[in-house]
């Protein structure tokens, strides 16, 4: 690795950062294309249906479906890229990426495998490494940030339909934001600090002592909180069909709705991999005290996609919620959970657990 | 009149809402994994291009001219067809075309041209009914489709011809010479 680094006029360290970035990046946004086939075939699935399994590259290798992605690629890539008129057009084109930047950056601070000693250095697999000061902090706030990409697509595209949506859905990630954060802060309590890495270490291998068990109700009100964070059914209300067309998005088109779409789906994963993370501790493998690396980065990844499919499970089982629902839900019900959960906990802290 | 809605009291482990929704997702997984070790062949969905719908008997598709067994046309233009249609897709053109007449047991007419508008059809099978003669039959054929408008214009050989190669029989582009009585009439 220091050969390839002095070959590249990096220094080690620097080096070691890329291929990280590289990698964990390229890995989300194909997984999270991937995902829009998932969330497609699967729903087909549930529904007793096939879904689409006609794309073939060449006309003959079809490979379960998996070409269409291929083919949605390349229409998007060629299709006619629209601004409406009368459109803030800076802000038009800012949007997607203001939607897309922060979905994928959230995940910067996620461990996806337990660090390893190579040459008295010691390797740690996530983006940035521990102790790097901003924790589960940062996802947190970056995750705030998917706001202004959902309201900017939405305002600057001068549609009434599209403002509301978007609207509605930053009201809805606003007010969810709260019951997220206060049962984040509870994880952040009883482990006694917020590094990503060092809820990994309080959780260990036993899947007893893992968050989950611990507090099943701040699982409960967190993964809620996640659905209306990455604005997905049963709480999708930048868009909605019957009510204001397509939302925030109904004026996108070509390659600038695709990366909408992507940066919803990049958002799903960097959610599951929080909620993997939290609260079923992290890369730890069940009942296995020292797994091996690539072991670790395996359970990882198996749990986060499971969580990425739950969401896509959830999507297709829940009808969606009426605006005024959704509201009472969140300040009504996930709120006092989440701060009974709090309370809770800090109850049991002070006597000592 | 007043009609009382009963109103459907939830227990309170459905008004968690966390139960409900742990039974719906059962029911979804549960048709996720049924389908997912179903072949192809026993899904719902029939993959149209390979697989086809068996048809029943009696439905109304894509019209033949029914023909003797010498190849005689067994239309004798009597216009009922046309007349019925409500789409007034069909029009024919009657002949007369031999000597022989129906006291010797021939058929005096016979359509010279006959032709049917499939993009007007509306396959209701009007003309089926109305012709004396059960010349006219819908079949169940259904992908009648075209790249233009004249070729969806079927005219009596095309009509014919429709359910040759099914029935196996031979492809007719003439009528034949009438030399058999098709009836004895009883002076």
């Not at chain 1, 993997?276 to 009942?287: D, E, M, N, S």
């Not at chain 1, 499970?313 to 969140?330: C, E």
């Not at chain 2, 072949?39 to 033949?64: A, D, V």
């Not at chain 2, 079949?139 to 005219?155: F, I, P, Q, T, W």
């Amino acid at each position: 690795m220091d050969k390839l680094a002095s070959l590249l006029h990096m220094t080690p360290a620097i080096f070691w950062m890329v291929v990280k970035v590289v990698i964990v990046f390229s890995a989300i946004m194909l997984l999270a294309s991937v995902w829009t086939w998932v969330e497609r075939r699967g729903s087909a699935m549930i529904q007793d249906r096939i879904g689409p399994n006609r794309a073939a590259i060449f006309g003959k290798i079809r490979i379960i479906g998996l070409a269409q992605l291929l083919a949605d690629g390349i229409k998007f890539f060629f299709k006619e890229d629209l601004v409406p008129e009368d459109a803030n057009k800076g802000l038009f084109w800012l949007a997607p990426f203001l939607a897309f930047v922060p979905a994928l950056i959230g995940f910067a601070v996620i461990p996806f495998g337990r660090s390893f000693e190579s040459g008295g250095v010691t390797y740690y697999l996530s983006v940035l490494d521990p102790g790097n000061g901003m924790g589960l902090l940062y996802p947190m706030a970056i995750g705030g940030m998917a706001v202004y990409g959902v309201l900017l697509a939405a305002w600057s595209s001068n549609n009434k339909w599209s403002i509301l949506g978007g609207m509605r859905a930053s009201a809805a990630m606003v007010s969810y934001e709260i019951g997220m954060s206060l049962a984040v802060v509870t994880i952040f309590m009883t482990t006694g600090g917020y590094d990503p890495a060092e809820v990994i270490k309080t959780q260990g291998h036993l899947p007893w002592a893992w968050n989950i068990v611990r507090q099943p109700i701040g699982f409960i009100v967190f993964f809620t909180c996640m659905f209306a964070e990455t604005n997905r059914l049963p709480f999708d209300f930048a868009e909605g069909e019957s009510e204001i067309v397509a939302g925030f998005n109904t004026e996108y088109g070509s390659m600038k709705f695709s990366l909408l779409a992507l940066a919803e789906y990049s958002h799903l994963m960097t959610a599951s991999a929080l909620v993997a993370t939290l609260y079923f501790g992290g890369w730890q493998v069940p009942f296995v005290q020292n797994p091996t690396v690539m072991l670790s980065v395996a359970s990882f990844l198996l749990k986060m996609l499971f969580f990425a499919w739950v969401f896509v499970w959830i999507r297709w089982t829940l009808p969606r919620f009426r605006y005024d629902q959704l509201m009472h839900l969140g300040w009504k019900v996930m709120l006092p959970l989440s701060m009974a959960n709090l309370v809770f906990h800090a109850w049991r802290m002070s006597q000592g657990h | 009149m007043g009609v009382i809605v009963k109103k459907v009291e939830l227990s309170w482990l459905d008004r968690t809402y966390v139960w409900p929704v742990m039974k719906g997702m059962s029911i979804t997984f549960g048709h996720f994994i049924r389908n997912l070790f179903t072949t192809t062949p026993n899904r719902y969905t029939i993959q149209y291009p390979e697989m086809k719908k068996e048809i029943p008997e009696g439905y109304r598709g894509l019209h033949e001219l029914k023909r003797f067994e010498d190849g005689a046309i067994k239309c004798v233009a009597c216009f009922m067809c046309q007349e019925a249609c409500p789409a007034r897709c069909i029009s024919i053109e009657a002949e007369e075309f031999s000597d022989l007449n129906i006291t010797q047991g021939f058929e005096e007419k016979r359509p010279a041209k006959f032709s049917i508008d499939m993009l007007r059809c509306i396959y209701c099978g009007m003309c089926e009914e109305a012709c004396p003669k059960d010349a006219i039959w819908l079949r169940n054929d259904y992908e009648v489709a075209a790249y233009d408008r004249l070729s969806m214009k079927y005219g009596k050989w095309d009509l014919m011809n429709t359910y040759a190669e099914a029935d196996g029989k031979e492809r007719l582009s003439q009528d034949p010479t009438p030399s058999v009585p098709r009836r004895t009439i009883v002076m």
